[in-house]
């Protein structure tokens, strides 16, 4: 081959170029055909490109649940099959352009396992969008990065030491301060949203149910994926959009709801919804890629800023105090337990590690 009859200093030379352009090195062939570029300059990318994705990301997935909320003639179960349409479509291209194996043999159970419970917490998660107010659902399932810890430390048998443990009180007090159940608070402070109707009390309540549960299986699909090290992900997402699409297509039919959206602006949301999911799933890929999964989950936090800013401009509620104030813990949380997996990813000479002090230990 051109590149084995080249001498071995530009051989190094062409290795160090493609490794430091990409953060791993090329299969031999891209590196022949980019060997011009030696002698070649080659623009720096933007650094905070990857954090920049990231926010985007959250900017799309934020309008989905907002599409979910508003479309109240369409099913929730169905609209999260819209959205894992947006899944698979870009997983599927990846998987036949790398040749990857869909379904390897060793992981299939784990594909399964992992599919089923980010599915059903999917499906949680759209129920609560629904039925609370999309401020306080988005913070409750935002809220998953903080309890990986526990399931990471019952199945993987990970460390969980006391900043875990603090991240997760913080966690609870702020879901509580979200749910307000009449049980800690009494009947003097309204339970969620202040509504006279009890009928659209209970379902407020029952969505609160769904966000945390959505919560508790989402933090386990984490777990399951540090189990499927090793995959590519588009083998992961592939197997996981395929099953979530006949997952929930088959619940919502059993419930009744399977039909095609009424009017032309209910479709149009509906394409809307798998586009965002498409798009954001794209940035989110990228943006880890680009960036570490720190600085990633940090930036990700916007998600809630969004949320807060949809339910004020399109659906008119305004938050309480009591919201606010698990937000803010909710987000702390979420923000620290992301620095803390950015300081243990730096190497021991960085000045940043030296900075975080403590979230380092």
Not at 317 to 324: A, G, K, L, M, Q
Request: charged share 15%.
């Amino acid at each position: 081959m051109l590149l084995l009859q080249r001498g071995m200093p530009e051989q190094l030379e062409l290795q160090q170029l493609v490794e430091t352009s990409n953060g791993r090195l090329e299969d031999v062939e891209r590196a022949e055909e980019t060997s011009t570029i030696i002698k070649t300059p080659r623009c720096k990318p933007c650094p905070y490109l990857g954090l920049l994705l990231a926010t985007l990301s959250s900017l799309f997935f934020s309008l989905c649940s907002v599409i979910v909320k508003w479309l109240v003639d369409v099913h929730p179960m169905e609209l999260a099959a819209c959205r894992f349409v947006g899944v698979l479509l870009p997983a599927v291209p990846i998987v036949l352009w790398r040749k990857e194996k869909p379904f390897p043999k060793g992981r299939r159970i784990m594909l399964l396992l992992r599919s089923f419970v980010g599915t059903t917490g999917l499906m949680l998660s759209f129920y609560a969008f629904r039925h609370m107010p999309l401020a306080d659902a988005s913070v409750v399932v935002f809220s998953v990065p903080v309890f990986v810890a526990i399931f990471a430390r019952l199945f993987l048998k990970e460390p969980c030491g006391l900043f875990n443990a603090v991240s997760v009180c913080l966690t609870l007090v702020g879901v509580v301060l979200i749910t307000r159940p009449p049980l800690l608070f009494g009947h003097s402070v309204p339970a969620l949203a202040s509504i006279p109707d009890q009928d659209e009390l209970n379902s407020d309540v029952w969505g609160a149910v769904a966000a945390f549960s959505a919560t508790l299986f989402g933090a386990n699909a984490y777990v399951l994926l540090r189990a499927l090290k090793g995959l590519h992900f588009s083998v992961i997402m592939a197997n996981f959009g395929s099953f979530a699409l006949i997952q929930t297509l088959l619940v919502t039919w059993a419930l009744g709801a399977l039909c095609i959206p009424r009017c032309g602006m209910d479709r149009i949301l509906v394409v809307a919804l798998a586009l965002f999911s498409f798009g954001g799933q794209i940035l989110l890929t990228l943006s880890l890629q680009l960036e570490q999964a720190g600085p990633v989950a940090i930036a990700r936090s916007a998600d809630i800023v969004f949320a807060f800013i949809w339910q004020v401009l399109f659906f008119q509620e305004v938050p309480n105090r009591y919201s606010i104030g698990g937000a803010v813990l909710v987000t702390s949380s979420v923000v620290l337990t992301g620095l803390r997996k950015w300081a243990l990813a730096l190497p021991e000479s960085s000045s940043v590690k030296r900075t975080l002090g403590i979230l380092a230990r």
